[in-house]
Structure formats: structure tokens, C-alpha cells
């Protein structure tokens, strides 16, 4: 039984892939209306409470999750009373801490951009001489969706955010100016073995990964093999996203890490030979990897967010019949505006043509009038 912490889509896709493999999954969701709770076998509980994770670890043989903010201390206790946990909680740390992820990485080698932890307005300013101005300042622990990411033009607001932030303190980069952003993604397995998906181009909007489309055109040649260092350097098993920034100059840096299937990897459901979920599912397990290779020249990728404008459901048979090649994926959650509901994969031969489709029936699910 693998027990998968958090009842988001993610967890949703990983049982469809369960399904197929035979694998029991049961997900820990805070409500029953979660997009997984929704489908598959669920306890509901809260990810923050000790006794509700350790009663739903005793009914799994290994946990993985479908988010990273269980609070590192219990997933060190859970470790500690022996509890199988893919990725350690000394891996996934570095996915939830955005201090600790540049300071592991910076040491090792790895490019990352200029940054330094803050606690006042002052060393914000100080960053800025040498670096300049806008500077990104983010939330240490907790971000997503790019809450938790501000791009300051100047020092006014720095002393709010400071006090709104639970460390009293910010991690602040510099602005990179970027040429496109890159997502490689990859499994490793607890006996190291290591598959990586084709690199993908991936397209935010206000923080939010709106569109991906796979293989990145004219990949940059050290992207993958970052993301391989990484894996290993960690010991990371499951899934590992490592979100890429490309400089003008073609040279990359890392933003951030995720370790667990990713909006960046939806593409692999029908466009990869093995999909992120099974493979997570596949390393999670320790089981033999599978193969990554594209099913299609390329793949685009649109997320449906929510545009206020009421279900998705009752939209999608005009869809597939204005493309009926588009696939599609509802994660079955309440459409508030701006949440991804769900996502649409266009193949084909070319980039331009397979962006169009992909994103032309992500707004029409939407409901959004662009
Ligand atoms: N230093 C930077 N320079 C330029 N743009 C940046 C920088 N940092 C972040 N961004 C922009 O903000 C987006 C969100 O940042 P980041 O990935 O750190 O936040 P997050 O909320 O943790 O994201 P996620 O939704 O992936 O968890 C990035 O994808 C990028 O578009
Ligand atoms: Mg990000």
C-alpha cells in the first residue's frame, strides 16, 4: 500500500496510474472534496498533525506526497519511527526551504542566481547596490504559485513583508532577466537508478505555469545533466522537477525544486512512454524505471484555470469536437478563478501549431473571454 500525503490533482493522476499498475494507493486529503479524495481510497486528515499522519502511515508500507509542506520536524519523527518516506525528509527538505535549496546548491557548484537571506529593509537595500534594482524577494518556507514572490522595484514594502513573514526574515535574488524558463524532470529510485524526460520549455503567467511545451526547442546541453547532478547529490527518490531559469547568454540557473510529479511534467500522461505517475509511483517503489522517450515530435501543454465562469464540464463536449485529437484532464475541483482545474495536451509535428490547439481548448474550458 503507498499512502500519498495531500489530495490535490496530483495525487488524483497517481492513482490513475496506480490503477493501472495494480498498486493500491490510499491519499491523507483535508477534505473529502479534494480532487483525489474524490476517486480514490482516502483517510482525511491533517498533513500538520502528528497523530493524523502517524494513524494513516501505520495503514501504508511507504508514503510519498503530493505537495511539500508537511512540517519537516514530523516527517523526521516519522522517519525515526521507521517509516519508509520517498523522498527522506533530508532530501524534501531542500524542496520546502528556499535557504537551504541555494545554499546546498551554491556549494555544490551548481549555478544558481544571486541571493541573500534578509531581515531588514536595509540588507534589501545593500543587495540592490551590488545587484540592482527590481530584486525578487520570497517566502523561505510555503510559496507556491508564486504566492510568496514579489518583485520589489524599490525598498518601500520591504519592512511589510518582513513582518507578515513567519521567519521574520526573506530570501532576495537578483531579477534575472530571463530568455525563457526550463523544467527537467526526472526519476531516481532508492537504488539509484536515474530517468530523465526530455527538457521542457515551461510559460508562467502572474507565477503561475500556464503552458509547457516539450522538448524545449534548442535545449540548453547542461540543464538535464543539473538536474542528474542534483538527484544524486540529494538523494532524491520519486520525481525531482528542477525549475531552470536560461540567462540571455544561453547559460541556466536553478530556481527551485520539486519532488514529486509536476505541472511541468503533464505532458508525459499521453506524450511520454512511461508518464510521471507511474514512474514516481515505479521509483517510490523501488521497481524498475520506465521508459522516457516521447510518443510525438512535440507536446504542448495548456493548464484551465478558473475564470469565475461556472463548470468545466458542461464545456468540454464542444471542445473535443472543435479538436477531437486534444486530451483532456479535469481534476474535479470547485472552479474558483485562477485555480488550475485541469490541463490539455496537444501532439504533434510542430511547436507552433500544437501551442495553438492546446491553449485555444484551455480557454474554452475555462470559460475565460480572451
Ligand atoms: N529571481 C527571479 N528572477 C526573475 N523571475 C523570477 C525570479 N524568481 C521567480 N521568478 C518568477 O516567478 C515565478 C515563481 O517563482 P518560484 O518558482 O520561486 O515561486 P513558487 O511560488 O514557489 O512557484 P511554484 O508555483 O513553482 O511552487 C518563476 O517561475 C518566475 O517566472
Ligand atoms: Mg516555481
Known amino acids: 500500500m503507498v499512502g500519498m500525503i495531500g489530495g490535490g490533482q496530483l495525487a488524483r493522476m497517481t492513482a490513475q496510474a496506480a490503477i493501472a499498475l495494480g498498486v493500491e494507493l490510499r491519499v491523507l486529503a483535508s477534505s473529502p472534496d479534494d480532487a483525489a479524495a474524490r476517486v480514490s481510497p482516502t483517510v482525511i ?46 532530501a524534501l527538505r ?12 551554491q556549494h555544490a557548484g551548481i549555478p544558481v542566481p544571486a541571493w541573500r537571506v534578509v531581515t531588514s529593509a536595509v540588507s534589501v537595500s545593500d543587495f540592490a547596490a551590488e545587484h540592482g534594482w527590481p530584486v525578487v524577494a520570497k517566502r523561505i518556507l510555503g510559496g507556491y504559485d508564486g504566492r510568496g514572490v514579489w518583485v520589489l522595484p524599490d525598498a518601500a514594502g520591504v519592512t511589510g513583508l518582513l513582518a507578515g513573514s513567519p521567519e521574520e526574515a526573506l530570501l532576495v ?21 536515474v530517468r530523465a524526460w526530455p527538457l521542457v520549455e515551461t510559460v508562467q503567467r502572474n507565477g503561475i505555469c500556464v503552458e509547457t511545451l516539450a522538448p524545449a526547442d534548442d535545449p540548453p546541453a547542461s540543464a538535464v545533466p543539473i538536474a542528474v547532478q542534483i538527484a544524486a ?7 525531482l522537477a528542477v525549475e531552470l531559469f536560461e ?12 519532488m514529486r510529479p509536476h505541472n511541468s511534467g503533464h505532458w508525459t500522461i499521453e506524450g511520454a512512454r512511461t508518464s510521471q505517475f507511474e514512474q514516481h509511483l515505479r521509483a517510490v517503489l523501488d521497481w524498475p524505471l520506465g521508459d522516457t522517450t516521447a510518443t510525438a515530435p512535440v507536446v504542448a501543454t495548456a493548464n484551465v484555470l478558473g475564470s469565475g465562469d461556472g463548470p468545466l464540464g458542461g464545456r468540454l463536449p464542444g471542445v473535443l469536437a472543435v479538436d477531437p485529437a486534444l486530451k483532456v484532464h479535469l481534476y474535479g475541483k470547485e472552479p474558483r478563478v485562477g485555480r488550475k482545474l485541469g490541463h490539455v495536451s ?16 484551455a480557454v474554452a474550458l475555462s ?4
Open 45 to 90: 486528515g491533517d498533513y500538520r498533525s502528528l497523530p493524523d499522519v502517524v494513524a494513516f502511515a501505520d495503514r501504508c508500507d511507504v508514503l510519498t506526497f503530493d505537495h511539500e509542506h508537511v512540517p519537516l520536524e514530523l516527517l523526521r519523527t516519522l522517519a525515526q519511527m521507521g517509516h519508509g518516506l520517498h523522498p527522506a525528509p533530508e
Open 94 to 105: 531542500f524542496a520546502q526551504d528556499k535557504w537551504a535549496m541555494r545554499e546546498r546548491l
Open 173 to 193: 535574488e537578483e531579477f534575472v532577466p530571463l530568455r525563457r524558463e526550463l523544467a527537467a524532470l526526472l526519476a531516481r529510485s532508492p537504488n539509484g537508478e
Open 233 to 239: 547529490l540529494l538523494e532524491v527518490t520519486g520525481v
Open 247 to 258: 540567462r540571455a547568454d544561453g547559460t541556466v540557473a536553478v530556481n527551485e525544486l520539486a
Open 346 to 361: 496537444a501532439l504533434g509535428a510542430g511547436a507552433a501549431a500544437a501551442r495553438r490547439r492546446a491553449s485555444a481548448g
Open 367 to 370: 470559460g475565460a473571454s480572451v
